[in-house]
């Protein structure tokens, strides 16, 4: 048995996944480590048979409204010195990455490997990368950059340990700590699963060394939360404030490459949508609203299961981008 062994947290639900996932075992493979996999999905023969361990889980802990989201912002500076806010909420898979780890570094433990890699299937594995493949850290994690740009301070990608560093970091990881973090941390530094990351690199007295070099991924879905229109050539955002129920669903145009007018009609009552970046609201809370659509050109697009699906969704006018 190797004394290191690379932990790969993977949601593998395209080819493409798979194939980065089977390239980046077979790196690290050559460069001394042994491989376990953790996944939610079932995974081909190929893949399974490149590893030392496959571990097959059939949860995947994603933390919905209200327990936790995450929270995106779009803005548009508008010619009165006002900014139009659209504020959107999408489920946290941070819990899902965290349970990920503390699982595959409870089966690492019960081997007698000495160094864990806890690594992301994507992981842009360069040269930098190989050197701490070659040359274990006893307690590191990397920074995480995208297209140049550094993102997080401390990064799920790569996080590289000695046993005893090990053990202590994962019973630092649970549900509860998690839960207890998003409600009491600072917005501004993030509410997130690298944020946690972080704060445990700063407060757990595990001395951790920050790397110099940021890690990076392969695969980024850039998925757009701010469009809830299927029809081409037009986009329009949605608000539904899940604090306030009895509030009316608010409707704003942000793109008509037509230029045409918009017809919105709920519960049967028609309204004419003519002005893009202007809040309009539909004039019934999400609690009465039984039925939505969209017309715009000769298309026609049934609203209400997206508005359903919604869980938080805020338009607003500021006049500071600090307000948000």
Sequence with gaps: ??????????????VEKIEI???????????????IVISPLHLPEETVMLCDYFFYIKDNYVLKW??????????FELR??????????????????????????????????????????????????????????????????????????????LVVMNRSN????????????????LNSCDFKVGKDAEA????????SGMKFETLEFPVTDKIYINQDFFNYSKINGLKFFVGKNAL???????FCVFENKKNTKVKVIANGEEKIIDKNFKIFSIGINFLDLQSILVEYENETMDLFPIIKSVKHSLIRLVSSISEI
């Excluded at 090990?166 to 509860?176: G, M, Q, R």
């Excluded at 972080?198 to 407060?203: A, F, G, N, R, Y």
């Excluded at 306030?244 to 608010?250: K, R």
């Design 244 to 250: 306030d129920l009895q509030s009316e669903i608010q």
């Design 166 to 181: 090990a053990k202590t970091f994962s019973d630092l990881i649970s549900l509860e700590s998690y839960i207890e973090f």
């Design 66 to 75: 209200p327990l936790n989201v995450q929270i995106y912002h779009a803005w």
């Design 196 to 203: 946690f990351m972080h704060s445990i690199t700063l407060h």
């Design 80 to 157: 009165n010195e006002k900014f139009l806010v659209f504020t959107a909420s999408g489920n946290d898979y941070g819990w899902a990455g965290l349970n990920h780890i503390k699982k595959l570094t409870e089966i690492a433990l019960s081997f007698d490997y000495e160094y864990f890699y806890n690594l992301i299937y994507d992981l842009e594995i360069d040269e930098n990368v190989i050197n701490i493949l070659q040359n274990p850290k006893d307690c590191c994690c990397c920074s995480f950059q995208r297209y140049g740009e550094l993102l997080k301070w401390a990064s799920l990608h």
């Design 1 to 14: 048995m190797n004394k290191k062994v690379a932990l790969i947290s993977t949601f593998c639900d395209t």
């Design 21 to 35: 996932l089977n390239q980046n075992i077979k790196t690290l493979k050559s460069n001394n480590l042994d491989v």
